[in-house]
Structure formats: structure tokens, C-alpha cells
């Protein structure tokens, strides 16, 4: 099914925590690929990273750029991309919306406008709460008419980050169309550490539950049992991309996401017997939980951001088509508990390093 050549495959975000993973995937799958990168520290820290990894550095190259600058700041149109993967993205919580939107909404078109002129497809990574149509309705979009939709009460409803990765996937779907692109939406879930190594960036926000319940601030489980955290790892997630990017024939739009993962309960429960820690026990809905943050300092304090509860969720996702695809690609997903344990285990063994974990921890 994949093309048998190679292809040349630029990437915006590449030195983020997917980013990365992914361009040492399709450097070890023969492909050229060219990294959108805004500052030289975030080079030195891709190469060095690519370099340690043992991949064939002689295909990878990196052009400055950046999503808040028009014409994202290219001197020039880069040559001979067959393929442009969008993963750049203000990723942070508590964002104002003016810079949320610059960056991940402007920023993104900017993406697309790109891929338009270069006439290569377009692999745009927004989120698995795209396809949680009750979410989008409960926070007021139109998905028949998006330009309907009053997207600051969006922003006011899901914070700057979320309302903003929902704002661009609509509009980026309306450009592509109207453009008549070759394009394609891969809608991750919750990134969890790398299948065998566990390797999770600290900035993660599986990495903050886990720091979470590491240190006893996770005391109840939030939501009831049908709540569910999905996830994906990091090294699954940068191969579902690669054939996005690859294949001949993509579906519109790929659902990244383990139906195995378990409820949000049980995956507590695995990850505090990975980390040596209790697990909670007894559920405190998600409502009283976000009026309880609601308290001045108490997010702070907890380190959890309110914005970060609409991710834990009841819905049920339908991932047939995406299955359907990666069975074709040979793309298969580690087994949760071994993904999981690896992710705890990286925890552990980066804290021990910085001397954050209490002496009787595991
Ligand atoms: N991780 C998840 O759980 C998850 C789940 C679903 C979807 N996603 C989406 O996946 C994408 C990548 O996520 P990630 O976890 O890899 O995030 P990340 O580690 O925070 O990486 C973000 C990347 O975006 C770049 N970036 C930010 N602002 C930029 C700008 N103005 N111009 C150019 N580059 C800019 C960053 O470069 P600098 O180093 O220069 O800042 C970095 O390379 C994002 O679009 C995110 O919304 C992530």
C-alpha cells in the first residue's frame, strides 16, 4: 500500500515530544525529512536526540521557522515536499485567547497555506475531543455551520488551548476544502510514554498525573466508573502519522486511540502499582471536582489546570476506519498494562535523577 519510494516530509513542531518520535520514524523508513524549527536550541536538541537514536542523519535537514510569523517567516518556498505534517502548537494550559488563537489558529492556516502552495498533502494533527460530538455541542459549535459558531464563548467554555485545537481543525477542514487538498486529520488521544522505553515528556499531562499520584494529591478518582482517560503511545502515535503521510490511499481523517485502554479507575489503580503508590478508591464527580478548583489556589496547589478535566470522558469512540487502515499499514499498538508500566517506570527514573521522590517511594 505505501509508496515504494521515499518521500520528503516536512514537519512543523518537529522537535516536540511527537515531533521528534516522528521524524526518527521516517528517518529509519528511508525518508528525507526536513524539520520547521524556531530556534537553534530546539535543533541542537532534535539532532542530538535523532543522533542518540542512531538515525541516518545525511536525510534530515532544518529550515527556520515559525507559526506567528506571516509567511511563517520563510525566506523561500522549500523544495521537493511531497508531504507537510502539521504538529506545532502552543500546548500549555491557562492560555489567553488571543495568543492561543494566533499561534494554533492563524499559525495553522498559515500551515495549510503552505501545503497549498507546495501542492503536497496535508497531515494536520488536532485531537481525539474532535470526535466527541456531544463535547462540541455542549460547548456551543456548529458542526454543520462552523462559522456559526461564537468561538470566544468556545474559548470562554474549554480554556485557550483546547477551544483553540477545535477552532483550527474546523477551520483548517473549510481551507482544505475549499482548496481541494489532499489532506488528512489524525485526531490523537492522550499521549502516554514510548511502548518499550516509557520515555514521557515532563510537560505531558500524563506525566503530571502520574506525578500526581506518585505524591498523594490524586486522593479520589475524578468522574464515575464509565469515565475514561484514551491514550496512545508516543512511538504508535509517530507510525499512525508516518502513514498518513506515506500511503497511498488515507482516510480523511484517523482516530488515534487505544479502545484498550481501560477506565480511568482501573488505569489509576495499574500506574499506582507501577509507582508503588495506594491507588484511590472512591470517585468524586468531575462537576464538584471543577467547583472545587474553582477555590483560589486549590489548582495550584493540586496542579491540576480545570481545563485539563473535559479530557477525562464517558464517550465511546467508533475507531473501525482507523483500524481498518492500520492493519493495512502492519501498525500495531503495544499492550496497555506493558505501555503503561514503561511510562511509570521512565517516571520513576527520571524523578530519582532530579531527587524529587521521597526516600520510601518505590
Ligand atoms: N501530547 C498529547 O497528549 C496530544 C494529544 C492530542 C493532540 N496533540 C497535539 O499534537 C501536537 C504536538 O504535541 P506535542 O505533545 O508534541 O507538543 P509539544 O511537545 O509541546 O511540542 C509543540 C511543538 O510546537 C512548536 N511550536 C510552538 N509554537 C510554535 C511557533 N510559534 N512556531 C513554530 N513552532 C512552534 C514547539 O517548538 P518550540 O520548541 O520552539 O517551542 C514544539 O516543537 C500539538 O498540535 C498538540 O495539540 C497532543
Redo the contacts with the bound molecule.
Keep these: 500500500m505505501n509508496k515504494e519510494r521515499t518521500m520528503t516530509i516536512l514537519i512543523?513542531?518537529?522537535?516536540?515530544?511527537?515531533?521528534k518520535y516522528l521524524c526518527l520514524t521516517l528517518l529509519q523508513q528511508g525518508h528525507e525529512v526536513q524539520a520547521?524549527?524556531?530556534?537553534k536550541s530546539?535543533l541542537n536538541q532534535l539532532t542530538g536526540f535523532l543522533q542518540q537514536q542512531g538515525a541516518t542523519m545525511e536525510r534530515f535537514s532544518a529550515l527556520e521557522?515559525?507559526?506567528?510569523k506571516p509567511d511563517l517567516g520563510l525566506v523561500a518556498l522549500p523544495d521537493r515536499i511531497e508531504c507537510l505534517v502539521h504538529?506545532?502548537?502552543?500546548?500549555a494550559w491557562n492560555l489567553p485567547e488571543q495568543e492561543a488563537r494566533h499561534?494554533n489558529v492563524t499559525?495553522s492556516l498559515r500551515v495549510a497555506e503552505l501545503a497549498r502552495q507546495l501542492r503536497c498533502r496535508l497531515v494536520f494533527?488536532?485531537?481525539?475531543m474532535l470526535a466527541n460530538t456531544g463535547h462540541l455541542s455542549r460547548l456551543g459549535i456548529n458542526r454543520s455551520h462552523p462559522e456559526q459558531t461564537d468561538w470566544s464563548r468556545v474559548y470562554r467554555r474549554a480554556g485557550g488551548?483546547e477551544a483553540s485545537?477545535l477552532e483550527s481543525a474546523f477551520r483548517l477542514r473549510e481551507f482544505v476544502a475549499r482548496q481541494g487538498m489532499d489532506a488528512v486529520e489524525v485526531q490523537?488521544?492522550?499521549?502516554a510514554g514510548h511502548g518499550l522505553t516509557g520515555e514521557l515528556?515532563p510537560?505531558?499531562?500524563?506525566y503530571g498525573l502520574l506525578e500526581n499520584l506518585y505524591h498523594g494529591r490524586l486522593a479520589m478518582i475524578p468522574g464515575s466508573p464509565e469515565h475514561w482517560l484514551p491514550l496512545i503511545p508516543v512511538d504508535s502515535l509517530a507510525q499512525v502519522i508516518a502513514a498518513a503521510c506515506v500511503a497511498n490511499h488515507v482516510p480523511d481523517t484517523l482516530l488515534a486511540l487505544d479502545q484498550n485502554t481501560p477506565n480511568l479507575a482501573a488505569l489509576l489503580q495499574a500506574a499506582a502499582h507501577s509507582l508503588g503508590k495506594p491507588a484511590p478508591r472512591r470517585h468524586l464527580p468531575i462537576g464538584m471536582m471543577k467547583a472545587l478548583l474553582t477555590i483560589p489556589g486549590l489548582p495550584g496547589l493540586l496542579k491540576v489546570a480545570p481545563e485539563s478535566l473535559a479530557f477525562i470522558q464517558t464517550c465511546r469512540f467508533d475507531t473501525t476506519v482507523t483500524e481498518r487502515f492500520l492493519a493495512q499499514q502492519q501498525v500495531t499498538l503495544p499492550p496497555f498494562r506493558q505501555y503503561l508500566q514503561s511510562s511509570c517506570r521512565h517516571y520513576l527514573e527520571s524523578e530519582a535523577g532530579t531527587g524529587k521522590l521521597t526516600t520510601h517511594g518505590a
Design positions: 512543523t513542531g518537529a522537535n516536540g515530544f511527537i515531533g520547521l524549527i524556531r530556534s530546539s521557522g515559525d507559526l506567528e504538529l506545532a502548537a502552543r500546548f499561534t499559525g494533527i488536532s485531537g481525539f488551548y485545537k490523537p488521544a492522550t499521549v515528556d510537560a505531558q499531562p500524563l
